[in-house]
């Protein structure tokens, strides 16, 4: 059974840091990796899609990368802003199962 | 373009009553998804459809949850005799067969 796991739970930085957001699996046989960002009481906003074939994928100022035989993806962020302060999730489909299983997600705060 | 549309945005019932959520997706998207989100399990997947194929139903948390997909667009979840522990966020996304999913806002159900 997959199970995604994401640390830290929180992490609060003042604005303009660079930070790393850390995600893992534990079955490597995955087909795609998604990043979401979710603001509160809202529903989930896709940033970054990376298939398994893929090592990294970029969208402004974020960076996602994934390390398949690891079980890890990490999401960058540069010059971090308080418009950035949201959670994030990290979820990955299986191969024959187009479900996103998901992680408990990163708590952000950027500080101004 | 629209994206995927949820109603209603909030749902309060009574325990043993029966509620229906429903989903719109991204207009030509052939995959339909349900999750759910509560503060005790996170974000768990519940059904999925894709195109003609029968639906995944595996997520399904008991036989009170039902969800049918009409014409390969609309989606309705049906729970019936609702309970307290259904109380969560209900999200719906699309995606182009395997691909990147699109999240709606949400239906917050509420069980008194």
């Known amino acids: 059974k997959q199970e995604v796991t994401q640390i830290p739970a929180a992490l609060s930085v003042p604005e303009g840091e660079n930070l790393v957001l850390n995600c893992s699996f534990t079955?490597?046989?995955?087909?795609?990796l998604q990043w979401f960002r979710q603001d509160p009481g809202k529903g989930l906003t896709s940033l970054l899609l990376?298939?398994?074939?893929?090592r990294e994928q970029t969208s402004g100022r974020l960076n996602a990368s994934l390390d398949k035989s690891s079980g890890r993806s990490t999401l960058y962020i540069a010059a971090s802003q308080p418009g950035d302060s949201a959670t994030y999730l990290c979820?990955?489909?299986?191969?024959?199962?187009?479900?996103?299983?998901f992680g408990q997600g990163t708590r952000l705060t950027i500080n101004p | 373009g629209a994206g995927v549309s949820q109603s209603p945005s909030n749902k309060v019932t009574e325990k043993g009553k029966d509620v229906e959520l429903r989903c719109d997706p991204i207009?030509?998207?052939?995959?339909l998804y349900w999750y759910r989100q509560s503060l005790g399990q996170g974000l768990e997947f519940l059904i999925y459809?894709?195109?003609?194929?029968?639906?995944?139903k595996s997520g399904l948390p008991s036989d009170r949850f039902s969800a049918e997909r009409t014409g390969g667009s609309v989606s309705t979840l049906t729970i019936q005799r609702t309970q307290q522990e259904d109380s969560a966020v209900y999200l719906c996304a699309s995606s182009l067969d395997w691909g990147e999913q699109f999240f709606g806002p949400g239906t917050r159900l509420t069980v008194l």
């Open positions: 459809f894709q195109g003609n194929s029968a639906p995944d």
């Open positions: 990376i298939q398994s074939s893929q």
């Open positions: 207009s030509g998207h052939t995959a």
């Open positions: 079955d490597s046989a995955i087909y795609n």
């Open positions: 979820a990955v489909t299986g191969r024959g199962a187009q479900k996103l299983v």
